[in-house]
């Protein structure tokens, strides 16, 4: 006993006893092997004698079955000795025994368990088994080599163990006619396990090294028994080495090591359920249940009025829902309790509970599609409701109403629309996301209208400040004088006071927050200001011509708004500055935004820079060298309130004096003109000169009235040419143009004079009505065509007007 130190590793409860391994590993010292050792197991039926087997073959000291006591479990659990005078160092396990009356049928776990133990830890197994079991399937531990395969190999990485059959009591049958029976049903028990996808072709003797030993009886035949184990106990001798019974040895653990990989592979064991097998009588109920709970869920998806709610709900919310699924789930579950009512009471529970849960899972996407219909129909109520309640009551005392009345019917109501009445009895589901749902959607209805109705009282004192703003703005601006500003300012507080005053008033009635409401009415003051900015802004772009329709109003318009005639008279140049002031008054009140009282110097700086740097007299120096203008910023003015920069102001000066100096030049032209056609006689002290020197001459013609014929011929004719040639209009374009012109026109005009005298000779002198047609012809117009009346021989007569073209101003033509 003190040699083989045996010592109970595994208990009959399954526990581990890691105190005595530990202690046993010092006993024999296991932790100077290294990896010389071998670890041997033995598997097999209660009492067939494994624990004698081991005794003999291996010196040590199981407990062993007393035969004349009776049959009946000797070995709780698995226990570990150390072999006697083999080496190397041996460890010995003795498995408890299967198919023990002990543990009954409902407890199969722990001889499984058992089994993959010692297969994960071995390198040799010892399945011990009668001789007549052989071809048997219980006997032969068939359903455990299979079950412990199958977990083994998806549960550690298998090494290549030695499987060693022991026949006990051998018969009279040859082992060589035994050996390939049990090798076949070792191989047709490897080729039925599933196997993991990179062992699916992997053969059996990859992983076990199937061994066969025949022993005879050791109760009939003691001495050959012995002779026979003895012979065996040879083959564990350096069972380690190079074609040792151990075989290879991949994967092995250093002995110091086996006490913590031990503990980890019945750790792993205990923890897989797939060993836990239940007893036949459960597996009965478990099958049986679950067949008639999956018959009860196809007569529950086949019944026809569960179908036609399926298909209902579907489309429309479905008053009574929950009273009539609740009704065939009853029925249901009635069904399953009388036909399962024999089974195992904990399998018909639990399959029950599984039926329910299955049946529940059917009715869920139907009880939710309810619930989204009874939000909607529940929400298109509400609405209804608040848009009426609206007509009667203020907003927010509407609203603050019409939510909880509607949330109450929902929750707790007795109608048709509630949750009560979608209630299913089997189950309480949580419809608190429904609820949820449903308030976050009637908040948000509600905060749409609000807003929607907010929107529309603020754009109609919008429009009203707009409207009340917009023209006197423009008109104001259009006037542009040192008043203009602060008018539009007084106008901009007093209407938007106005304003502000109707919206507080409107927006009593939602309830708004303090500071929500102040936003509100900063706004509208915010839209007051950029309506008016926004009108500056736009006649700021048109102020170009503004300009020139202020210009030439007061250039061609007199005092009392009638068109100017330059008679001569006019002083055009102060007329000119007059009007060119006040376009440059338009340019500086349009220059920047002045909605606050700040003062600028905007006016004093164009009226420097533009109006009096055209004076003559202008000689200061500081003036021409630094020029006012030459900048992007108005002094004391911000950025965001200026509407024109300085120097686009004096592009703009630039451009209003290039397009106005045209009227200014038709002006004086006009005026030089009239000069000229009112000056056709000579001055007075001319006149008398001539009176004087021509007085002999005048006496001449009275004394000789044929000169007076020659004389008056002569002007006839000279005043043909000047009509017919247009002289006095030539000379408007310049001595030098005139002549050059008349030069090229005298002598046609002189041919078309002689033709028409030749051709009214020659027409009969009974034509007087034909002639006085010609005479009563138009005269020639500005367009260049040219006429004359030209009466018939010597009395022929050329008409014109002796009063010039008056000239008046473009505006007045």
Same mark, same amino acid.
């Given at each position: ?649 004096? #592009? ?21 003109? #009239?000069?000229? #056609? ?17 007085? #002999? ?117």
């Amino acid at each position: 006993m003190d040699a083989c130190f045996s010592t109970q590793l595994i208990d009959g409860d399954g526990v581990f006893n890691v105190s005595g391994l530990e202690h046993f590993m010092k006993e024999v010292r296991l932790g100077e092997c290294g990896l010389s050792y071998a670890v041997v197991s033995i598997m097999g039926p209660q009492s067939s004698g494994k624990s004698t087997l081991l005794n003999h073959l291996f010196g040590t000291n199981f407990r062993e079955m007393d035969a004349f006591r009776g049959r009946s479990q000797t070995t709780k659990g698995i226990w570990l000795a150390k072999a006697q005078n083999i080496e190397p160092c041996t460890l010995v396990m003795d498995l408890e025994g299967t198919d023990g009356r002990e543990r009954g049928e409902d407890d199969t776990a722990f001889e499984k368990q058992s089994a993959l133990f010692a297969l994960a830890v071995s390198d040799i197994v010892l399945i011990n088994m009668w001789c007549h079991d052989i071809g048997r399937e219980q006997a032969a531990n068939k359903p455990l080599l299979k079950t412990v395969f199958q977990v083994m190999m998806r549960l550690f990485s298998p090494r290549k163990t030695t499987l060693l059959f022991v026949i006990r009591d051998k018969s009279r049958t040859p082992l060589e006619n035994l050996e390939p029976i049990l090798r076949e049903d070792i191989q047709k028990i490897w080729d039925s396990v599933p196997k993991p996808h990179a062992h699916k072709e992997t053969p059996l003797s990859e992983f076990f090294d199937v061994q066969v030993v025949a022993l005879s009886s050791y109760e009939e035949k003691e001495e050959l028994f012995k002779q026979q184990v003895s012979d065996l106990r040879d083959r564990f001798q350096h069972s380690i080495a190079p074609g040792g019974l151990a075989g290879d040895r991949r994967g092995v653990v250093p002995a110091s090591g086996f006490s913590f990989s031990s503990q980890q592979f019945w750790k792993v064991i205990k923890e897989n359920k797939d060993l836990d097998l239940p007893a036949h009588k459960v597996m009965v109920a478990t099958v049986r249940c679950e067949e008639i709970g999956n018959e009860k869920v196809a007569s529950f998806t086949a019944d026809e009025e569960w179908q036609q709610f399926e298909e209902a709900v579907q489309h429309d919310y479905c008053p009574g829902f929950g009273k009539k699924i609740s009704s065939l789930l009853d029925r249901c579950l009635s069904e399953y309790d009388m036909e399962a009512i024999y089974f195992d009471e904990g399998v018909r529970s639990s399959k029950r509970q599984q039926l329910e849960s299955k049946l529940l899972q059917l009715v869920n996407p139907a009880y939710q599609s309810l619930m989204g219909h009874l939000r909607t129909k529940t929400l298109e109520a509400f609405k209804e409701s608040f848009d009426k309640a609206l007509e009667k009551e203020g907003f927010a005392a509407a609203a603050r109403d019409c939510t909880q009345t509607f949330l109450e019917k929902f929750d707790k109501g007795s109608e048709a629309y509630s949750l009560t009445d979608a209630a299913i009895q089997q189950v309480n589901w949580d419809t608190s996301k429904v609820k949820d749902k449903l308030k976050r959607d009637i908040e948000a209805h509600v905060a749409s209208v609000r807003a929607t109705k907010l929107s529309e009282v603020c754009a109609k004192y919008e429009a009203q400040l707009t409207k009340a703003l917009a023209e006197p703005v423009e008109a104001l601006l259009d006037s542009a004088s040192e008043d203009t500003w602060p008018a539009i300012r007084k106008l901009l507080e007093r209407e938007t006071k106005a304003a502000v005053i109707g919206l507080e008033s409107a927006v009593t009635s939602f309830e708004l927050d303090e500071a929500t409401e102040k936003e509100l009415l900063m706004k509208l003051e915010k839209h007051g200001k950029s309506v008016v900015e926004s009108k500056a802004k736009e006649e700021a772009g048109r102020v170009l011509i503004r300009m020139k329709d202020r210009f030439s109003t007061l250039f061609s318009r007199d005092a009392d708004s009638m068109p100017r005639v330059w008679t001569g008279k006019e002083d055009i140049k102060a007329i000119t500055k007059t009007a060119r002031s006040a376009s440059m008054k338009l340019l500086s009140t349009m220059a920047a935004i002045r909605l606050e009282e700040d003062g600028d110097n905007i006016e004093n700086t164009l009226s420097l820079a533009l109006v009096d740097a055209g004076r003559p007299g202008t000689t200061d120096r500081s003036i021409q060298l630094s020029d006012p203008l030459a900048s992007s910023s108005w002094e004391r003015v911000p950025e965001e309130k200026t509407l024109i920069t300085p120097v686009q102001c004096k #592009n703009l000066w630039r451009q209003f004096k290039a397009e106005t100096e045209y009227t200014v030049t038709q002006a004086i032209a006009a005026q030089e003109a #009239n000069k000229r #056609n009112n000056n056709w006689l000579p001055p007075p002290w001319a006149l008398a000169a001539m009176a004087i020197l021509g007085f #002999n001459e005048f006496m001449t013609l009275l004394r000789n009235p044929l000169y007076l014929l020659v004389i008056f011929v002569v002007y006839l004719v000279g005043k043909a040419i000047w009509v017919q040639s247009e002289i006095g209009r030539e000379f408007q374009h310049g001595f030098l143009p005139a002549i050059l012109s008349l030069s090229t026109k005298f002598v046609p005009t002189i041919m078309n004079i002689l033709k028409r005298l030749a051709d009214e000779g020659q027409r009969p002198a009974a034509a007087p009505e034909r002639q006085r047609e010609m005479e009563l012809q138009p005269k020639s117009t500005r367009n260049g065509s040219s006429y004359s009346n030209v009466t018939s021989a010597g009395s022929s007569s050329v008409t014109t007007s002796e009063i010039g073209p008056e000239y008046s101003s473009p505006v007045a033509q």
